[in-house]
């Protein structure tokens, strides 16, 4: 139905978990009766799953896809690497990830020539040079960090998009960077620079951060693990759930060990979720969630 035949209209963009873009539109002929349908609307909605924004995005952040990079130097010579977009016709690098952050990147940088000059090449100049390095697409979330004089804003690199965040490494997984400044297979008789120290310093940092995390999460003993896409999109979809029923939620978040005891239940009834079952997981559980509320008010109520 076209909503702009409506004296009283609302159009809003929202977000699935698996971060497709969807418009939606709510109109009426009184304002009252709009508002309640909007609000109304709007819940429905979150409890479905539906976000403000992107998945994995904070507000303001913007996603950018680099296919490139050259690793540089910065002014105190520690090493950085920068990336390029994965659209070619854009020429300049579009982040710079500094020390703190390399092994967060999804690629190892032995071995590659390092750029001496004072500031970033252009796509063009290191790949006529002979400095620039193509990786598989992958998507970056750049955080905002002000304005210049002339109000446009500015972007610095805060992540891999969809990967782990630093205080929160994957337990078990090594981080994929290497030192930068040492060769592959160094000779036994070389020292280790003050480089090859502090990247080493910064993977032992990162283990026991895992380790930390590692033992401070729920056990999960209903369900033998999410496969494939539903991995990521459901812990996604139930920021949501969790939000729009807060007795699956704990410390703000969602509470994944109940919920995951529920899902496999015999009131929702899936052994797992997976890319196959995701939405029947998801309307099956916010159904029961839903009757949960419904008798929690009647209990009340009497």
């Known amino acids: 139905m076209d909503q702009s035949q409506f004296p009283y209209t609302a159009y809003f963009k929202l977000y699935t978990p698996g971060g497709i873009q969807v418009s939606f539109g709510v109109g009426a002929e009184a304002q009252e009766d709009h508002l309640g349908r909007l609000v109304h609307?709007?819940?429905?909605?979150?409890?479905?799953?539906?976000?403000?924004?992107?998945?994995?995005?904070?507000?303001?952040?913007?996603?950018?896809?680099?296919?490139?990079?050259?690793?540089?130097?910065?002014?105190?010579?520690?090493?950085?690497?920068?990336?390029?977009?994965?659209?070619?016709?854009?020429?300049?690098?579009?982040?710079?990830?500094?020390?703190?952050?390399?092994?967060?990147?999804?690629?190892?940088?032995?071995?590659?020539?390092?750029?001496?000059?004072?500031?970033?090449?252009?796509?063009?100049?290191?790949?006529?040079?002979?400095?620039l390095q193509t990786v598989p697409p992958?998507?970056?979330?750049?955080?905002?960090?002000?304005?210049?004089?002339?109000?446009k804003p500015t972007w610095r690199f805060a992540r891999v998009h969809g990967a782990a965040a630093p205080s929160a490494v994957a337990p078990g997984v090594t981080p994929a960077v290497t030192p930068v400044t040492a060769p592959a297979a160094p000779p036994p008789a070389a020292p280790p620079s003050a480089a090859d120290a502090e990247f080493a310093a910064l993977t032992s940092a990162s283990q026991e951060r895992a380790a930390r995390a590692a033992a401070a999460q729920p056990p999960r003993r209903d369900m033998a693990g999410m496969t494939g896409a539903a991995a990521k999109e459901f812990p996604a979809w139930c920021v949501g759930f969790s939000g729009t029923f807060p007795y699956y939620a704990r410390g703000g978040r969602p509470d994944m060990a109940h919920i995951l005891r529920t899902v496999a239940?015999?009131?929702?009834?899936?052994?797992?979720?997976?890319?196959?079952?995701?939405?029947?997981?998801?309307?099956?559980?916010?159904?029961?969630?839903?009757?949960?509320a419904a008798l929690g008010e009647a209990e009340t109520g009497k």
């Open 41 to 131: 609307y709007m819940e429905r909605l979150t409890g479905l799953g539906f976000l403000p924004q992107m998945p994995g995005l904070e507000e303001g952040e913007k996603l950018e896809e680099v296919d490139a990079w050259v690793l540089g130097a910065t002014s105190k010579g520690e090493p950085c690497i920068f990336l390029y977009a994965a659209a070619h016709q854009l020429q300049f690098r579009v982040a710079t990830v500094y020390v703190e952050k390399l092994p967060e990147l999804p690629f190892k940088v032995n071995g590659a020539r390092h750029w001496d000059g004072d500031a970033a090449p252009t796509r063009d100049s290191a790949e006529k040079k002979g400095y």
């Open 138 to 151: 992958f998507k970056v979330v750049m955080e905002p960090r002000g304005l210049t004089d002339d109000g």
């Open 265 to 292: 239940s015999s009131k929702v009834g899936f052994d797992d979720v997976t890319p196959a079952n995701i939405a029947q997981v998801c309307e099956k559980l916010t159904a029961y969630a839903e009757r949960q």
